[in-house]
């Protein structure tokens, strides 16, 4: 028998009360997804499209007005089927007067740990986010970073197979991103399902195998991620350290080429938050010249 999918959702509808009497709101509207074990899934859409809700359908947080959703086979509005799944709201609430690893333990407590197992789990939880330095710290005095990141201890401490996370970066300053991205992918390689909401594009693009893409309640795209952003008419080419010569000879090729045009030259480009990284964390010992050409099938008019 093949191993159920991590998350499934058929065809699911949700509808809340409108501020008119007899009037509602379809905040998501027919949609279906499928998350494999093992997978990071990133479902993206901008604010009001409907993927929080999607999320907490999942969860069993809101009851689906119709279709269904599952987590490992079990229907997601029985309870059992949450005992393996760690959840990251946008907004958690902590109790601030609490150290950090005063809080893991409180999590751990809630659901079922004690003795040896709960205090060797706080530790490891502790040392996997980065906080065992801070861990007699209370987290009043915490940055929005250091806090997202307890969350993460605290939705992973029994050890789910499935975790949630709705916005897991918001408010983060590119370091702190930076830091629960690398998280999300140790979770991954520790073979653990990711199912993460955000309206962050390039967070999404780092870390997600697959993605889908809801908007006005409705799932317009989804697949995998090399297959989404990949254009089919143009291809790449990064050379570092090219020559004169060699440009001239590719430029040559490219004229007599029917069919082909060179759309773009010129050095290759970070993002902002590469630079910001670098300028912040290490100064880099200098870049290799690089030279970008695409090739484009479609002719560009002069």
């Known amino acids: 028998m093949s191993e159920a999918a991590a998350v499934e959702v058929k ?3 949700k509808d809340f009360k409108g501020p008119f009497r007899g009037k509602k709101v379809r905040a998501v509207k027919d949609v279906s997804l499928t998350i494999a074990p093992g997978e990071v899934y990133g ?7 409907g993927k929080s809700t999607t999320m907490k359908a999942v969860l069993g947080l809101v009851a689906p007005t119709s279709g269904t959703c599952a987590i490992f086979g079990k229907n997601s509005t029985k309870v059992d089927s949450r005992s393996e799944v760690g959840f990251l709201p946008e907004n958690p609430y902590f109790y601030k007067h609490l150290t950090a690893a005063e809080t893991v333990r409180f999590y751990g407590r809630l659901c079922g740990m004690r003795g040896r197992v709960l205090k060797d ?7 996997l986010v980065g906080l065992q330095d801070a861990r007699d710290r209370r987290l009043k005095g915490f940055s929005k970073g250091m806090l997202q990141r307890i969350g993460l201890a605290q ?11 709705d916005e897991p970066t918001a408010g983060v300053d ?3 991103s930076r830091e629960i991205r690398d998280l999300i992918l140790t979770l991954k390689n520790r073979g653990i399902t990711v199912f993460l909401c955000s309206h962050l ?3 999404v693009q780092e870390i997600c195998d697959r993605v889908g893409i ?3 309640g409705v799932l317009v795209n989804e697949g995998r991620l090399g297959d989404l952003i990949s254009l089919e008419d143009k291809t790449e080419l990064i050379l570092q350290n090219a020559s004169p010569d060699l440009m001239e000879q590719i430029r040559t090729l490219i004229e007599v080429t029917h069919g082909t045009d060179l759309v773009s030259e010129g050095r290759a480009r970070t993002t902002l938050e590469t630079l910001f990284l670098k300028e912040t964390q290490a100064k880099p010992s200098g870049e290799s010249k690089v030279v970008k050409v695409r090739k484009s099938r479609k002719r560009v008019s002069k």
């Open 11 to 13: 065809n699911l509808v």
């Open 43 to 49: 479902l993206i859409g901008p604010n009001g499209s």
């Open 121 to 127: 789990r706080i530790e490891e939880m502790l040392e």
């Open 155 to 165: 939705a992973l401490v029994q050890d789910p197979r499935l975790v949630v996370l």
């Open 174 to 176: 590119p370091t702190g």
């Open 201 to 203: 594009l390039e967070q």
């Open 214 to 216: 809801i908007h006005q």
